[in-house]
């Protein structure tokens, strides 16, 4: 009823989305009224986030139709990432929603690593150098993103099952946001993030919920079918496979 447009609460949830943006940058601003910050709407259609009630010190890309999608316009200039709204990888059985990419999609491994959304977009930043300061989401995604990323998390909600959870009134929210930027801007300055660089090359393994897809997709060249479901390649940095991986995605989704 929330994440789609076409749900009854849809309007309500670009409000609860907005809000916890500028709670965000608000706080940023607080610390450093000179802060440079870029707001990638990364959702469904990527038009989710009220632009005209943004905070209007920051810049807002809108639009799904972008070659690098939830990581639009990052690059080495940036000194951290903050993923807001995050939910845990496909088949987490303590996720709300948990996905990766689309339901067609059962899996994806980087190097080895099993990663979802975040650790995808993770591991790009990481390849410019780019620490995740901040990642908030449902418990499942906290969990997952803290312990990958050893970065701070804040938990909004708690899944009860996979498509229901049990939520935090937003003023607290608000008041948790705020206290994970805190704890998140004095560590930064003190150095302590390491960037998710998983060096290069980047080894893409994917795994999809019907055969088809991979009957096509090995058709790429470089792609190899491991098995029915899974295909392969061999990318030469985290840009290169991000761009791949969001290629699959869409294929699958059409």
């Known amino acids: 009823a929330m994440t789609s447009t076409s749900g009854k609460d849809y309007a309500t949830s670009r409000r609860l989305v907005t809000a916890e943006v500028n709670t965000v940058v608000g ?5 450093d009224p000179g802060a440079e910050i870029l707001v990638n709407d990364s959702h469904g259609d990527h038009q989710n986030v009220l632009h005209t009630e943004l905070d209007p010190r920051v810049i807002y890309i809108q639009g799904a139709i972008k070659p690098l ?53 993770a591991a790009f930043a990481g390849g410019h150098g780019v620490p995740v300061i901040l990642a ?25 099952t ?43 393994r994917m795994r999809f919920a019907s055969t088809t897809h991979v009957d096509i997709l090995q058709s790429i060249p470089g792609m190899s079918k491991v098995d029915g479901f899974t295909v392969a390649y061999t990318a030469e940095d985290a840009d290169e496979a991000y761009r791949l991986i969001r290629f699959m995605y869409r294929f699958v989704s059409s």
């Open 69 to 121: 999608g939830m990581v639009q316009g990052l690059d080495a200039t940036f000194d951290g990432v903050i993923f807001l709204g995050y939910h845990a990888k496909a088949g987490d059985p303590d996720g709300f929603l948990a996905h990766t990419g689309t339901g067609s999609v059962k899996g994806l491994w980087l190097n080895g690593v099993e990663v979802g959304e975040g650790g995808m977009n």
């Open 27 to 31: 706080e940023i601003f607080a610390h």
């Open 162 to 204: 996979p498509a229901s959870a049990r939520l935090i009134h937003p003023e607290r929210v608000h008041a948790l946001l705020r206290e994970g930027v805190r704890r998140s801007l004095a560590r930064l300055q003190a150095g302590d993030y390491s960037p998710f660089d998983l060096g290069t090359p980047v080894r893409i």
């Open 136 to 160: 908030a989401g449902d418990s499942a995604a906290a969990a997952e993103l803290g312990a990958l990323l050893k970065t701070e998390t804040v938990t909004t909600k708690t899944a009860e």
